[in-house]
């Protein structure tokens, strides 16, 4: 029998450059897969420096090991003192460089912990008190959102669902934003390819569309683009919108990237940049953002971004940095032992239009998170401009609780409410929904005394109900009441069903077509079915902040058209 010939270990020289080869191709694959920031201030650069060291290592061990003697027996030290030889030849300045990065991240999160930086973490954030009836306007009712995220995605679904050329190719990628849109809260989200396959064959056009959910008149909408999308989340290469900024910028930190639509529907994508603050990993927060084209890749970075971005903070980070403002107002140890005036945030949060800005919103409670709120935070998410305002009552889910226990009977859920001024009181908005993710009453809560709950079928009957209970209850003045009136002549009628009910939007004479409408429902004036356009017309009305007037608490016809010969 032919006897088997023992494999020569490698050279040292040879060991040494396969060994670096191994390792940059390891290194290509996991940077291209994994994307780590090139910054030390990332905790994943310290993870793809160790698995470097350890590839190389590795595969310098393992090509340059001698195979084993049969006539060669050699004690456990032996082979210990051969193994650090070994190391000291061939692995030593790695096996440093990989001591350094492990004592460089262990130094930098405890130089980076609020026990030992507890003042530069609460002052991450800047809080000012303000004045609610005076910053928080009363909204009209087209600025209103009446939907909560998973409702507008669920309508932005379904309507891709009646697109018979798209529903084979493409679906709802659910990636959406609430933005601010030429005056109106929507929610916009871009479509994505169905499958790999869908991707291979369509991926030369791009995604040719996109979705808003209007969040006002839940009213989806499938926008075409006259050119594709190139760039998005559903590409698996070099298009994915995460590949092509680290490609782009190898050493700035991201947060998650936003899609957004300026005021010409243009699609972008909104790509915050990420900085720690205190010490190496600690005190993340955002310094301004890349805009990347959606349909070209064309990339730019603003340290202040242009006024129609809405989306550059998000709500979490603005609540954890507060719960560092409010938990370490007097030190860390206060914070653990005695939390003498300790506050913290609530659990949820929803968004409220203002201005043309996105808001955010969110209760503060004490440390012990008991069933009431001591006031809330209002935070603009283009600028970070904070505001908390004084408003004690009932948390979000306390009022959830008291607007569901109303309706008990329906079975509807109640969506995390949305901070109004109604009447000059802070009050909870709060859609509900039935069991197939569908609005379809509407509740107002009042934060002080949550017990006051009116509903209604459409935001304009509850709010007329809350309005009522609040001067029923001695809240206020029945003079405070803002009603007004009008007579007029129709110069324009229209209508639309929301939510099975025929809603009814009237011009008269002399308005223009942007500000005088005035709107009510057929369950408010039944007989609305019979107006025409020529009739006279008086509405008695609350004037809303702008746009459609609404609601309409009584519409009398004083003379009718005549009926065409």
């Known amino acids: 029998m032919k006897e088997k010939k023992k494999r020569k270990p490698m050279g040292r020289t040879g060991s040494l450059l396969v060994s670096l080869l191994i390792t940059a191709v390891v290194g290509f694959v996991y940077f291209y897969v994994s994307l780590p920031a090139i910054n030390p201030q990332s905790g994943d650069f310290y993870s793809f420096m160790a698995l470097l060291c350890i590839v190389y290592a590795v595969s310098v061990f393992v090509l340059s090991v001698k195979p084993a003697d049969d006539n060669v027996v050699r004690t456990p030290r032996e082979k210990i003192k051969e193994w650090f030889q070994f190391v000291k030849k061939s692995c030593l300045p790695v096996l440093i460089l990989f001591a350094v990065v492990v004592l460089a991240a262990i130094v930098g999160q405890i130089i980076s912990m609020p026990i030992f930086r507890a003042s530069a973490y609460r002052e991450l954030l800047t809080v000012q008190t303000g004045d609610f009836a005076a910053d928080v306007a009363q909204i009209s009712f087209n600025e209103i959102p009446t939907l909560d995220r998973s409702s507008a995605e669920f309508l932005g679904d379904r309507q891709m669902g009646t697109l018979s050329d798209m529903v084979s190719q493409f679906e709802y990628s659910g990636d959406s934003t609430q933005i601010n849109y030429q005056g109106r809260p929507v929610r916009v989200a871009p479509i994505a390819y169905a499958d790999l396959i869908k991707w291979f064959t369509n991926r030369g056009n791009g995604l040719p569309a996109y979705v808003v959910v209007d969040m006002v008149t839940q009213e989806a909408t499938v926008t075409r683009l006259q050119e594709g999308m190139k760039y998005s989340f559903s590409e698996p290469l070099n298009r994915n919108i995460m590949r092509h900024l680290r490609f782009k910028y190898p050493t700035m930190m991201f947060s998650t990237p936003e899609f957004e639509i300026d005021e010409t529907g243009h699609p972008w994508w909104i790509a915050p940049r990420v900085v720690k603050r205190i010490g190496l990993f600690g005190g993340v927060d955002i310094q301004g953002a890349?805009?990347?084209?959606?349909?070209?890749?064309?990339?730019?970075?603003?340290?202040?971004?242009?006024?129609?971005?809405?989306?550059?903070?998000?709500p979490t980070l603005i609540m954890q940095q507060y719960d560092y403002y409010g938990t370490l107002v007097h030190g860390f140890i206060n914070s653990i032992l005695g939390q003498r005036d300790v506050t913290q945030t609530t659990s949820g949060y929803n968004y409220i239009a203002m201005n043309d800005d996105v808001y955010a919103y969110t209760g503060v409670t004490s440390a012990n998170a008991d069933q009431s709120n001591l006031g809330f935070l209002l935070c603009n998410m283009r600028t970070k401009e904070t505001h908390f305002y004084t408003a004690p009552g009932a948390t979000e889910e306390a009022a959830k609780l008291s607007a569901q226990g109303v309706v008990q009977d329906l079975g509807y859920v109640a969506t995390f409410p949305i901070l109004l001024n109604i009447s000059g009181e802070p009050t909870y908005f709060i859609p509900l929904k039935d069991a197939t993710n569908l609005v379809k009453m509407y509740a107002m809560v009042n934060v002080a005394q949550y017990q006051i709950v009116a509903t209604g079928s459409t935001v304009s009957a509850c709010e007329q109900n809350y309005i009522q209970m609040l001067r029923e209850k001695g809240v206020t003045q029945t003079e405070e009441l803002p009603y007004d009136e009008i007579t007029g002549t129709i110069a324009e009628i229209r209508s639309a069903v929301?939510?099975?009910?025929?809603?009814?939007?009237?011009?008269?004479?002399?308005?223009?077509?942007?500000?005088?409408y005035y709107g009510f429902s057929a369950d408010e004036v039944p007989w609305a079915i019979l107006l025409n356009v020529g009739d006279k017309v008086t509405i008695s009305y609350y004037p809303a902040a702008g746009g459609i007037c609404q609601p309409a608490f009584e519409v009398e016809r004083l003379a009718a058209a005549p009926l065409p010969q």
């Open 290 to 314: 890349v805009l990347v084209d959606a349909v070209t890749g064309e990339c730019q970075y603003h340290e202040e971004v242009p006024n129609w971005v809405d989306t550059l903070y998000v």
């Open 498 to 516: 929301v939510n099975g009910t025929t809603n009814y939007y009237v011009r008269l004479e002399g308005g223009t077509a942007e500000d005088d």
